[in-house]
C-alpha cells in the first residue's frame, strides 16, 4: 500500500529538479541552450508516453514536431499571430496530424505499426520539402517572438521562464495521465494486450487517445523550439529526429518520468559541446585526433547507445533508480 509520504515524495524530487532549472541562468547557463533542451525533454517525454508506458513504438515522431515547428512559425511570421496562439495553433495541427496517423496506423501492431508511422512520416517529410510555406531547403527563417500575454520575449531570461512554464505544465499533464485510471489502462495495454482485451476495454480506442495526446506534445515541442530558436527546417521532420528521440528516451530510460529528460540533456550536450571536449581532450593528452571529435557526433552516440544497450538496460535512470531500490532493501 503506498502511503501518503511515498506518493508525495517524487513531486518533491521533481519540483527540486523545476527550481534547479530555474536557477540555471543565475549560475552562468546559457539560456537558449537549456531551452533547446527543455524542448527536446518535453519531445522526449512525449514519446515515452506512448513507447514506454502503452507500448507503441512509433518511427515517425518527427512529423508531428515538424508539423507544429512550420505551422507554428508560419502562423507567427505570416499571419502575425501573438505567441500563445501560434504554440497553440502548431499543436494542434500535431493533434490533428496524430489523430490521421494514429487512426490508420493502430489498426497494425508491432514492427507493422512502427513502419507505418514511418512510412506517414516520410511522406510529410517530402510534403514539407515541396511546399511553398515552408521555405524548401532553406526552412522558415526569422520567426518573430513576440509577445506572450503582455510579456516581451525579445529577452532571452524572460522567453527562458516562460518555456519552463510550459514545459512544467506539460510535464505535469503526463504525470497526470500516467498516474490516472486512463494511464493504469495504458500500462495494461503494454503489459498484457489480450487480457485488456478480455476485460472488456475498447484497446484501439485507448491508443488512439494515446497516440494523439503524445503528437500534441510533441507538437508543443516543436512550436516552441520555433520560438525559441526562430526558424523550422527539414532537420525538425526528417527520419533521423525521429531516432534521435528514440535514442533519447533508451538512454535516460524508458517508462520513467524523468529518463527523457535526462536522455535529452546527455544527446543534446553532445551535439553541442562534444566539439570543446574533443579540444579539450586534445589539449591534455596530445592526441590530435580528439581536435576531429566534434565531427564524429553521430559515432559518438552510436557507442553511448552501444553501451547503454549492454550495461544500462534500463537506461541511466531506470538503472539508477533499481540500484536506490536495492539500497534502500538492503
Known amino acids: 500500500m503506498t502511503t501518503p509520504s511515498a506518493a508525495k515524495s517524487p513531486l518533491i524530487g521533481y519540483a527540486a529538479l523545476f527550481l534547479a532549472i530555474a536557477l540555471l541562468p543565475a549560475i552562468g547557463a546559457y539560456p537558449i541552450f537549456v531551452m533547446k533542451v527543455m524542448c527536446y525533454a518535453l519531445f522526449a517525454c512525449a514519446f515515452n508516453l506512448l513507447i514506454g508506458f502503452t507500448g507503441l513504438l512509433s518511427f515517425g515522431h518527427a512529423a508531428f514536431l515538424g508539423m507544429a515547428a512550420y505551422t507554428a512559425g508560419h502562423a507567427l511570421k505570416v499571419w502575425g499571430f501573438p505567441a500563445p496562439l501560434g504554440l497553440l495553433f502548431g499543436t494542434a495541427m500535431a493533434a490533428l496530424t496524430g489523430l490521421a496517423f494514429g487512426w490508420l496506423a493502430i489498426r497494425r501492431s508491432g514492427i507493422y505499426f512502427s513502419m507505418i508511422t514511418l512510412a506517414l512520416a516520410q511522406m510529410l517529410f517530402f510534403y514539407f520539402l515541396q511546399a511553398p510555406f515552408t521555405g524548401g531547403e532553406d526552412g522558415l527563417q ?3 517572438r513576440g509577445n506572450f500575454l503582455g510579456l516581451d520575449l525579445a529577452s532571452d531570461l524572460t522567453l527562458y521562464y516562460v518555456v519552463l512554464a510550459i514545459f512544467i505544465g506539460a510535464f505535469w499533464l503526463i504525470y497526470r495521465t500516467v498516474h490516472s485510471p486512463f494511464g493504469q489502462v495504458l500500462t495494461s495495454i503494454r503489459e498484457n494486450e489480450a487480457r485488456a482485451v478480455s476485460l472488456g476495454y475498447d484497446v484501439e480506442r485507448f491508443k488512439l487517445v494515446a497516440f494523439v495526446l503524445s ?3 510533441a507538437g508543443l515541442a516543436g512550436a516552441t523550439k520555433t520560438l ?8 525538425d521532420a526528417v527520419w533521423t529526429t525521429s531516432g534521435a528521440v528514440i535514442l533519447m528516451t533508451l538512454v535516460g530510460g524508458m517508462g520513467t518520468m524523468i529518463g527523457p529528460i535526462v536522455g535529452a540533456l546527455v544527446i543534446i550536450a553532445l551535439e553541442n559541446k562534444i566539439g570543446d571536449l574533443g579540444k579539450a581532450l586534445a589539449e591534455t593528452t596530445g ?8 565531427e564524429s557526433v553521430t559515432l559518438v552516440t ?8 549492454l550495461a ?5 535512470v531506470g538503472e539508477f533508480a533499481e ?4 539500497w534502500r532493501k538492503a
Do not use: D, E, K, Q
Open 142 to 144: 526569422s520567426v518573430p
Open 323 to 326: 540500484l536506490w531500490r536495492r
Open 312 to 316: 544500462f538496460r534500463r537506461g541511466l
Open 287 to 294: 592526441i590530435a585526433w580528439f581536435n576531429g571529435l566534434g
Open 228 to 235: 525559441v530558436l526562430g526558424f523550422a527546417t527539414l532537420t
Open 215 to 217: 503528437a500534441a506534445l
Open 302 to 309: 552510436g557507442l553511448i547507445f552501444i553501451v547503454c544497450v
